[in-house]
């Protein structure tokens, strides 16, 4: 048939179309039309709402509503048809499976129930047990619990035993999902007390089965749930949900007892039941059903049948074509999107196709991007940091084989964009958002109210940490961090960053560095070699958990226990030292005099590289001895994302301030070696000097953000059963929390003080150090301590910084060359050469110079005092001989 008589017939069927879907639309239209006319906003959202609750495709009209409405709500009854507006939006948009727009609704509800109060819409049943329930899938758990227990809470005024045990069912799911069986236990045992409703302990049952099933107890678990799916006669629309789970539940045992038969025969009844009883519904659930049986199809060895298994599944979520071609753009945050793109990339490995394999490990991964985009608190981005570490470790372990086989760089490029997916995330988000917040409009009253929210967190944070009874205040901290979650929704994507290219990485860094960035995985550890701005190579070191533990032993007993064992056992040490230089660097050429940059990963993170030995010939002198420092400057970084982002910005300004605590007359105890040091930097730095009682977080902060460079020496440690790392200023402390950006920041920080860059080590994210909270609020550059510091080693070498400093030296070089000035002068005894002594101190950052002012000598004083007495003199003498 010609083209042109083709083209009129398409166009004649989408006109009858057209005219079918308007003559369809009419009525509503006119009686929408008939109700705006008489103002009746009520009516005109419940008719929308039945309209598109009988029509399901025409779900777009109902997400248009906010749209076309002429005017707010202002009654009761108009505000309790808005809820249920937002309601029933959040809840079609979960069963077409877009969860995230899904949140947003509920969100919305949430907030607005708030506002107005409307005390009398269930918003129990219908905005806190969905909302809780979408975190819990996204695995945002500290936000579903956190509703969850609002839920209680609102029930419990009602004093609705029946619906709290439910609440207290989904709250059990939160915590088992993110491993606190202790806790989900507690509420399944509230729960079960609660209630005798056989549908709800139907459902506590399910959660317990999970639990028993991942505390490796399948038999029990087995049986549970057999019991419950016998106990039911027949499916039906009050039981075919905990039906479903039970299924699925059963169908994972089997799965995990590699019963295969068993698990895909439990899938499909779960799948029989959302056809029956959720036609067109339930779309996650199905997308999640249709996936676990491709994992059985591919255990199977049936890659085949697995593939079009994995494809049906995301042609449910809507990221497949019909012609199975996957929509990039159309990935969103969802974790059954990751193990379904994981799901096909194994798949592909066994059909030994490379490429497919490592493309969908890496949609896999930005999955997992998206996810985190939607967090709004850190610990729970710093968990599918550490999550995602697997996920990544494979993705680098297939661009490393393609590259071993093609010779094709871009692969090389690629194993470096991979690793930094997985590192210092966090950290990065931190520093983009803090630049956003002072880039604002500073008159904007959302971003006042967000810095009043993070202060306000700060303070109660302070109080749990200060007061007696400080638990007591962990409910404000929580519900402050969800208001200002809620707050900064509209800007969470734009201050989730992203990782830059590996080509925009490398071109950004200088030229004549050598950086080399380690990857921790559970199988190896990866080495990126980085020259001349170009990935020369990648290593796999195999046995990462021996060289793990052999790193941990290394550090605690010769760094973190004190010097005992490097004083009493040092050709052990020299020989263990030699040992990790040796694995972590036999594949790499280390040039004289060049500039190094460590990324390190895991407990790489709490080492100083600057004391490992580089020979292998034990030499009892150890001033002798060949250390790593002698050879090159080592500095380091958290991530090379953090690095580029938070590069240093010439100010010209050349304030330096000094707080220096001695804590004398104090309970601790006084170090006299803070006195000596502010005593000679004093005599080479210009600038503002505090002392004990003058220094607490007010003088902190002003010196923070009217300072080029800042000095803080006092006591550090780590507090509390999370070990927050803390800076004593005497009658005051400064946490880790408290660190909250500025507009003016100081290009260099240093911290001559114990542990202020150790911290509890968070996998994929670093050491959650002091130092780590000035890289986060926008400072360039810190020196910090890694372990105990020896006081007077530290007052030498940070007076030594200065010195070179002045000279217009780079940070990284200053403290190289300080940390040499120790090891060239004589020390009281040998011992005093031990790393223990001098290495603890580290730059983290930005490798660049600072500007100081020079202190006038106290000789140049007396000089300039003379000179004037003998002008003087001259001038008194020629005016009496006139």
């Known amino acids: 048939m010609p083209l042109k008589p083709v083209r009129y017939i398409v166009l004649f069927c989408l006109m009858l179309l057209h005219a079918a879907a308007y003559a369809q639309d009419a009525p509503i239209s006119k009686k929408l039309a008939d109700l705006k006319s008489k103002n009746d906003l009520t009516e005109w959202l419940y008719q929308r709402i039945d309209y598109v609750t009988a029509n399901p495709q025409q779900l777009p009209f109902l997400l248009a509503a906010q749209r076309d409405v002429w005017r707010q709500p202002a009654t009761l009854e108009e505000r309790i048809a808005w809820l249920t507006l937002l309601s029933t939006q959040g809840y079609d948009q979960l069963q077409a499976g877009d969860i995230l727009s899904s949140i947003n609704y509920y969100e919305d509800a949430y907030a ?58 989904n709250m059990a799911i939160s915590y088992y999902t993110m491993g606190n069986y202790t806790a989900a236990l507690n509420c399944i045992t509230k729960g079960q007390k609660l209630t005798k409703n056989s549908g709800v302990n139907f459902r506590l ?76 519904d339930r779309l996650r659930e199905k997308a999640n059903l249709v996936a676990q049986l491709a994992k059985v199809k591919r255990l199977e060895k049936q890659p085949q049948k697995a593939l079009l298994l994995a494809d049906e599944a995301l042609r449910i979520l809507r990221i497949n074509t019909s012609q199975n071609k996957t929509l990039a753009q159309n990935i969103y945050g969802e974790i059954n999107l990751v193990d379904i793109f994981s799901e096909k990339a194994l798949t592909y490995q066994l059909l030994k196709q490379p490429e497919a394999a490592l493309q969908n ?26 999550n995602g570490k697997e996920l990544a470790e494979t993705a680098i372990e297939m661009a490393l084989g393609l590259y071993q086989t093609s010779h094709d760089e871009k692969y090389l490029n690629l194993v470096l964009e991979i690793a930094e997916q997985t590192k210092a995330r966090t950290l990065a988000d931190q520093i983009q958002h803090n630049n956003q917040q002072f880039a604002s409009n500073r008159h904007d009253s959302t971003l006042r109210k967000r810095t009043d929210l993070e202060r306000a967190i700060a303070y109660n944070e302070r109080l749990i ?185 010439d100010t010209g300004r050349t304030t330096f301030s000094g707080l220096f605590v001695t804590h004398e007359g104090n309970s601790n105890t006084p170090i006299i070696a803070v006195k000596k040091e502010a005593d000679a930097i004093n005599k080479l ?155 603890s101190l580290v730059l983290m950052g930005a490798d660049e110079p600072v500007h100081l002012q020079a202190a006038i000598n106290s000789i140049y004083w007396y000089a300039i005092g003379g000179l004037i007495v003998i002008t003087l003199g001259l001038l008194y003498w020629r005016k009496k001989k006139r």
Not at 127 to 135: D, Q, T
Not at 267 to 276: D, E, T, V
Not at 783 to 792: F, K, Y
Request: hydrophobic share 40%.
């Open 112 to 169: 607005y129930f708030y506002k107005y109060k409307v005390v009398q819409f269930d918003v129990v049943e219908y905005v806190f047990k969905p909302l809780g329930n979408n975190y819990t899938r996204l695995g945002d758990y500290e936000r579903a619990i956190f509703i969850q227990q609002k839920a209680i809470e609102q029930l419990n005024a009602f004093e609705n035993t029946g619906d709290m045990a439910s609440a207290y069912c």
């Open 361 to 386: 490990i890496r949609y896999a991964l930005l999955a997992t991007d998206k996810i985190r985009k939607e967090f709004a608190d850190n610990k729970t981005k710093e968990r599918l940091q550490n």
């Open 205 to 280: 049952q399910n959660v317990l089965a999970d639990i028993l099933n991942d505390q490796s107890r399948p038999s029990n678990a087995r049986k549970i749930l057999q019991k419950n799916i016998k106990s039911q006669k027949s499916d039906n629309s009050q039981n075919a949900y905990s039906l479903l789970g039970a299924y699925t539940t059963l169908g994972n045992i089997e799965l995990k007892s590699h019963h295969l038969k068993f698990a895909g025969n439990n899938y499909n009844s779960a799948l029989n039941i959302i056809n029956i009883w959720y036609p067109g």
């Open 465 to 649: 940490m200060t007061e007696k009874n400080g638990a007591k205040y962990q409910e404000k901290v929580n519900a402050l961090k969800y208001d200002l979650s809620l707050l900064n929704k509209k800007y969470r994507e734009q201050s989730a960053g992203t990782v830059s290219a590996a080509a925009d990485m490398l071109s950004a860094l200088p030229k004549e560095l050598h950086a080399i960035e380690f990857f921790f995985g559970t199988r190896g550890v990866y080495m990126i070699d980085i020259k001349n701005s170009v990935v020369k190579k990648v290593t796999r070191i195999a046995g990462a958990d021996s060289l793990r533990r052999q790193l941990t032993q290394f550090i605690n007993t010769y760094y973190r226990n004190g010097p005992d064992a490097m004083l009493n056992s040092p050709k052990e040490f020299f020989m263990a030292s030699n040992s990790i230089y040796s694995t972590l660097f036999k594949s790499t050429t280390l040039q004289a005099n060049e500039r190094l940059c460590i990324i390190a990963d895991d407990v790489l993170g709490y080492l100083s590289f600057d004391g490992l030995i580089t020979g292998d010939k034990y030499d009892p002198a150890t001033s002798q001895w060949p250390f790593l420092l002698k050879k090159l400057t080592t500095t380091y970084a958290f991530s090379l994302n953090a690095l580029i982002k938070n590069k240093a910005k």
């Open 685 to 839: 730095v210009k600038g503002n000097y505090l002392y004990n009682e003058e220094v607490n977080t007010r003088s902190f902060f002003n010196s923070f953000e009217n300072s080029a460079t800042l000095h803080i020496s006092t006591h550090a440690y780590l507090s509390g059963i999370n070990k927050e790392p803390t800076l004593d200023f005497g009658k005051e402390k400064l946490f880790l929390f408290e660190l909250l950006s500025k507009a003016n920041k100081p290009n260099l920080v240093i911290l001559s003080a114990c542990r202020t860059g150790d911290g509890m080590l968070a996998n994929g994210e670093g050491i959650i150090s002091l130092s780590r909270g000035f890289t986060a609020i926008g400072t360039p550059a810190t020196i910090a301590g890694l372990w105990n510091v020896n006081d007077e080693a530290v007052s030498q070498i940070t007076a030594n910084v200065y010195k070179h400093l002045l000279t217009g030296k780079s940070s990284g070089t200053a403290l190289h060359q300080a940390k040499l000035a120790w090891l060239n002068t004589a020390q009281p005894s040998d011992a005093m050469y031990l790393p223990y002594y001098w290495d």
